[in-house]
Nanobody
């Protein structure tokens, strides 16, 4: 069982930055791939970025060059650094964990989810 708690969301102006954190419980954090997903009002939840157990990183096209995912296995934490934020980045951001034998790119592969943190980018 893995419990995930996100933090770091908030209100920021266009062009600003935020850093999201996701703290995981349990001693098996390093064996999981980790992903960030977001859901905008009235839209479906979508993949944003993921980092595999072996530190491979995968980004959706709209955030490449602006967002960076990192993980610190010693702290059981994954981070999402978001720069040059745009109004279309607004949404609830969810952290999720996927077993290492499944692809990090498929949302349905993720077994554990956090409660989400709101990110609002004003224009």
């Amino acid at each position: 069982q893995v419990q995930l708690v996100e933090s770091g969301g908030g209100l920021v102006q266009t062009g600003g930055s935020l850093r999201l954190s996701c703290a995981a419980s349990g001693r098996t954090f390093s064996t999981y791939g980790m992903g960030w997903f977001r859901q905008a009002p009235g839209k479906e939840r979508e993949f944003v970025v993921a980092i595999s157990r072996s530190f491979g990183r995968y980004y959706t096209d709209s955030v490449k060059g602006r967002f960076t995912i990192t993980r610190d296995n010693a702290k059981n934490t994954v981070y999402l650094q978001m720069n040059s934020l745009k109004p279309e980045d607004t949404g609830v951001y969810y952290c999720a964990a996927v077993p290492s034998y499944r692809s990090v790119l498929t949302m349905n592969n993720y077994d554990y989810w956090g409660q989400g943190t709101q990110v609002t980018v004003s224009s």
